[in-house]
């Protein structure tokens, strides 16, 4: 009896810890899927803007951080030999910025599986951070320690994010389960401090030269950095739909379709 009581605490105090929102917020606007085809894309890309206009600012009820900036502690980059990139790297105290001025290109939803199509586009993306990192990009070896930044311009990000439907509480939410995310950028910046111990001459033609080749140091990053958007996705995504229910996202949905996740 007494473990059933934790037992049930401890359920209550999992889902209460930010627990789902059972009202419609003002920022999710509600599209119907069973509409034709232009005019459901039209909706969802514009109610998807509607969405990232507002999270970027934070939304504690559901225990998402500000995306804008965004603070990451540690980012871990690991890349074996063999293609132009073999770096053993890590990000800490990240800042993010740019999050906050995200364009919905588009934005689609399979009407079978509820996947979600989203193209989105970032005028500037900055990372600030300290650095750690040993290994080759392009033809130089590098290796150093210290304070970094990056920024990246006009970036195109396309997303795909496998859902999975869940049924809890007598609503619908889209699980995210996996998100893969393809990228390109129109232009780099960046600057390493301290690279080399210090020895400023090689630091500063070191920068000199990543920044006059960053079309080739930008795609050698490519799967690196596709992966860690990745990661950062999936974890907004799930703090957004698995704590707002579908039904406010599409107001056609099949009420049957989901598995159900109650708690016993
Ligand atoms: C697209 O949706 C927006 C916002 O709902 C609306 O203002 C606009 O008229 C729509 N455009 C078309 C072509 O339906
Ligand atoms: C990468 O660097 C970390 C920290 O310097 C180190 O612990 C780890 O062994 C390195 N891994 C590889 C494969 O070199």
């Not at 063999?82 to 800042?95: D, I, M, Q, R, W």
């Not at 795909?160 to 950028?185: E, N």
């Not at 996202?249 to 016993?264: H, R």
Request: proline residues 5%; negative net charge; aromatic residues 10%.
């Amino acid at each position: 009896m007494v473990l059933y009581a934790l037992l049930l605490c401890s359920v209550f105090f999992a889902r209460s810890v930010y627990g789902f929102l059972d009202k419609q917020p003002h920022y999710v606007k509600t599209c119907m899927i069973k509409q034709p085809r232009e005019i459901f894309l039209n909706c969802s890309t514009h109610a998807v803007q509607g969405l990232f206009n507002e999270i970027p600012k934070g939304v504690p009820e559901i225990g998402l951080q500000v995306l804008d900036p965004l603070e990451v502690d540690h980012i871990n980059i690991l890349q074996g030999g063999g293609g132009p990139v073999t770096v053993n790297a890590s990000l800490s105290n990240v800042k993010v910025l740019g999050f906050g001025n995200t364009r919905i290109v588009f934005n689609s939803v399979d009407p079978k599986t509820y996947d979600f199509y989203t193209k989105l586009a970032l005028p500037r993306l900055r990372i600030d951070g300290l650095y750690e990192l040993l290994g080759r990009i392009l033809v130089i070896p590098l290796r150093g320690k210290g304070i970094c930044w990056f920024e990246a311009k006009n970036l195109e990000i396309n997303v795909k994010s496998d859902v999975v439907m869940q049924k809890h509480d007598g609503f619908q939410f889209f699980h995210v389960t996996k998100v893969h995310v393809k990228f390109s950028i129109g232009g780099l910046k960046l600057h390493m401090s301290n690279l080399f111990d210090g020895i400023k001459a090689l630091e500063d033609s070191t920068n000199a030269y990543l920044n006059a080749n960053w079309r080739p140091v930008a795609e050698s990053l490519n799967p690196i950095l596709s992966k860690t958007i990745e990661d950062i996705m999936l974890d907004i995504l799930q703090k957004v739909f698995d704590n707002i229910p579908a039904n406010f996202f599409l107001g056609d949905l099949d009420e049957s379709a989901g598995e159900n996740v109650e708690e016993q």
